[in-house]
């Protein structure tokens, strides 16, 4: 077995179970919708603050969490990946129709 100096997130190797495709706008909108919040441990000091969503409302809103009581970190680095994408997506989209609009003799 190979020892890591910091956590990684495995992924299965080709071959695997199938994959299956996602809606990177669908992703961001849940994203958009995840209340967002600070929060400790009950057992950190009162000075400790973590800042993201509660792991029920991920399970309500994302929908990938085994136990509604965690958010695993490999879920949540591909539904941030994807709502980037996504993001990006929107961006170079808006970027060409400004473009179409600045070029036009109205502006319109």
């Given at each position: 077995m190979t020892r890591h100096a910091h956590p990684s997130c495995g992924s299965p190797p080709h071959g695997?179970?199938?994959?299956?495709?996602?809606?990177?706008?669908?992703?961001?909108?849940?994203?958009?919708?995840?209340?967002?919040?600070?929060?400790?441990?009950?057992?950190?000091?009162?000075h400790v603050r973590h800042l993201g969503p509660m792991a029920q409302d991920w399970q309500a809103i994302i929908g990938l969490s085994a136990d509604g009581h965690t958010i695993p970190l490999v879920d949540a680095n591909g539904v941030l990946l994807t709502a980037v994408q996504a993001l990006l997506r929107r961006v170079e989209a808006l970027e060409a129709r400004l473009d179409r609009l600045q070029d036009t003799p109205t502006g319109r």
């Amino acid at each position: 077995m190979t020892r890591h100096a910091h956590p990684s997130c495995g992924s299965p190797p080709h071959g695997g179970d199938p994959q299956e495709p996602v809606n990177g706008h669908q992703i961001l909108q849940a994203v958009a919708a995840l209340p967002i919040s600070t929060w400790r441990y009950h057992w950190e000091p009162d000075h400790v603050r973590h800042l993201g969503p509660m792991a029920q409302d991920w399970q309500a809103i994302i929908g990938l969490s085994a136990d509604g009581h965690t958010i695993p970190l490999v879920d949540a680095n591909g539904v941030l990946l994807t709502a980037v994408q996504a993001l990006l997506r929107r961006v170079e989209a808006l970027e060409a129709r400004l473009d179409r609009l600045q070029d036009t003799p109205t502006g319109r």
